[in-house]
């Protein structure tokens, strides 16, 4: 049997997850893997805050070093989220030899090149399964059992308040405004909701997993971002008529040197997998040139959840004899020889309003044609107020021939009124 004296950083809803599993799974922990986890300090900012486990008061401080520095804590565990100060907190530990485990996708992302070279430089080990996607082990999978694969696409719902969001807008035709309050009254979105509905929570994970899908370091601020609040319930609706359903997915692909990451609103076919995932759950859909196509589905955020990707890398860590880092290289550039293009190629969908009279669809197929862009499906509802609801869904188009089509169509006779990529086709 072999102890190890960890700390905590943090004790919210993840740590006291982590806590309750640790203690909960001890003796099978122990007859699994041999390893016994002694807890010996816990940072938290507010000692007498009411907790969701009954935490030993003896073992809470308010001093980080008591966790960072301490020779005998051989194991970090950090659930504060946020950049600072946990970027600090743990370069720290790295740099006194600590494995650390973080569930911290925004400090990850942002500043995984000082956390990497921490590592390397002091031997530690750093894991993150706990990241992305919570209970899903989609870091482990991409980095191990995948690694005899050249992995080129990666489509996933990589955040639940979002998918939950969609879900009800898209079963209930519920307005964005009214299933967002519902979410934060129940608890699953933030009381400021915007780095969940604005994607920036999907880039950070999108970010992480591209960089170790690809080899390559994906910086976050490549990867392009489009949140869910300018959604309307319309296009849901017209969506659904045509056999498509909307998701906020985190998209990378890798053609050649050349990569594309973005997190954006996107229709899907209803016959695509990604559609059956509804609610909070996640699941991450890719691409392999020798596994072909792939999904892992489940909980993606919770207590219990994250606290089963924390454990399992603390077991991880535990059974290795010297740590695990990524292969790229390691700064926070795109690596060299690639480049990220904004110019992807999917279908799009667009809605537009019209006058309803001769020409005007003319004039929409002219704007398209002009830059190669072939329709795929087309419909036109009752005109209301003399204005025509038109939406069409082409075929493969690149991105900037659609802007420069979009910008031609607007006028006076016409407006597109939304435009939503189409992947899967
Ligand atoms: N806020 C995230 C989500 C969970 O809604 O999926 C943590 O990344």
Known sequence: MRTIIVGFLGCGNIGCGVWKLLNEFKEDLLHRSGVEFSIKKILVRDIAKKRDEVVPRHLLTTNPADVT????????????????????????????????????????????????????????????????????????????????????????????????????????????????????RLGLAEPDPTSDVEGYDAAYKISILSSLAFHARVPFDVVYR????????????????????????????????????????????????????????????????????MMLFGRGAGSAPTASAVVSDMLYAASRETPRHPTFRNNNELAEGLTVTDDWHCSFYLRLSASDRPGIMAHITTCLGNEGISIRNLMQRDAVDGRAQIVLITHDAGECAVRNAVEAINGPDVQVESMIRVEGN
């Not at 899903?136 to 969001?165: A, H, W």
């Not at 229709?267 to 392999?288: C, E, M, Q, R």
């Open 69 to 184: 520095d301490d020779p005998e804590i051989e194991m970090v565990l950090e659930f504060m989220g946020g950049e600072t100060p946990a970027t600090q907190y743990m370069l720290r530990a790295l740099q006194m030899g600590k494995t650390v485990v973080t569930a911290n996708k925004m400090a990850l992302a942002l500043n995984w090149h000082l956390l990497q070279s921490a590592a390397e430089k002091h031997n530690a080990g750093l894991y993150y399964e706990a990241a992305v996607c919570g209970a899903i082990p989609v870091i482990r999978t991409t980095i191990d059992s995948l690694q005899s694969n050249r992995i080129e696409e990666i489509m996933g719902i990589v955040n639940g308040t979002t998918n939950y969001i969609l879900t009800r807008m898209s079963q209930e035709g519920s307005d964005y405004a009214d299933v967002l309050r519902d979410a934060q």
């Open 226 to 293: 489009q949140g869910i609040s300018q959604i309307e319930t319309v296009d849901i609706a017209y969506g659904k008529e045509l056999g498509y359903t909307l998701k906020l997915l985190a998209i990378a692909k890798r053609q050649g040197n050349v990569i594309d990451a973005r997190v954006h609103p996107t229709f899907i076919p209803d016959s695509h997998p990604l559609t059956s995932v509804n609610g909070s759950f996640n699941a991450i859909f890719l691409h392999g040139h020798a596994c072909d196509d």
